[in-house]
């Protein structure tokens, strides 16, 4: 949510001339066993790139281009990050994320951690939104209980298990829609 696919064209174009079709080419970047293995720290995401590469019919060069390409269409959301970051005046932050070993080296490059009290990336842990066990520690890490918590995603599921254990979930759509709730769920 905070980055995210704002422009399809750069994915659409890549899957175009790979003769995919969108879809096809985010699962194989997204939802693969690779990715999945990725995600839970099991392999680098150079290997996951790799695989990525082979499925595509293209070698080991041509993975920078690849992901470049894949990943062009992708924003970086600055007021979002600014609303957090304005949160922790009076609030304690954490991001979860399902995301690969390299995503905390992304994170300080690009000064996202700082919007942060605590980051739990599913890679470093082992553990997948939305495994209840991974929302546990991120509550943990934040020394709060699932009442005192408001748990945006994108995905209705990983949204769905943070309520089942107690916390006010969010379903991300749009940042101002966000803000919104966030601002709403914490008056």
């Given at each position: ?33 690779t990715?999945?293995r ?6 680098t ?10 499925k595509l ?11 470049d390409?894949?990943?062009?269409g ?40 700082d ?50 254990l ?5 379903l ?16």
């Amino acid at each position: 949510m905070i980055l995210r696919t704002e422009y399809q064209a750069p994915r659409e174009h890549l899957a175009e001339r790979l003769n995919l079709s969108y879809e096809d080419l985010v699962h194989i970047v997204f939802e693969s066993e690779t990715a999945r293995r990725a995600a839970l720290g099991e392999i680098t995401e150079d290997q996951h790139w790799q695989s990525v590469a082979a499925k595509l019919g293209r070698s080991d060069t041509q993975i920078g281009g690849l992901r470049d390409e894949f990943f062009g269409g992708d924003v970086l959301d600055r007021g979002l990050l600014d609303f957090i970051r304005g949160l922790r005046r009076a609030r304690r932050t954490g991001l979860l994320s399902n995301g690969w070993l390299d995503l905390r080296k992304y994170l300080v490059k690009n000064r996202i951690q700082d919007a942060f009290d605590s980051i739990v990336i599913s890679a470093e842990v082992g553990m997948l939104k939305p495994d209840p066990r991974v929302y546990q520690l991120a509550l943990k890490e934040l020394n709060a209980g699932p009442k005192e918590a408001v748990f945006v995603d994108d995905t209705p599921a990983n949204v769905q298990a943070a309520a089942e254990l107690g916390m006010c979930g969010v379903l991300f759509t749009s940042a101002e829609q966000t803000r919104r709730e966030v601002e709403k769920a914490l008056a």
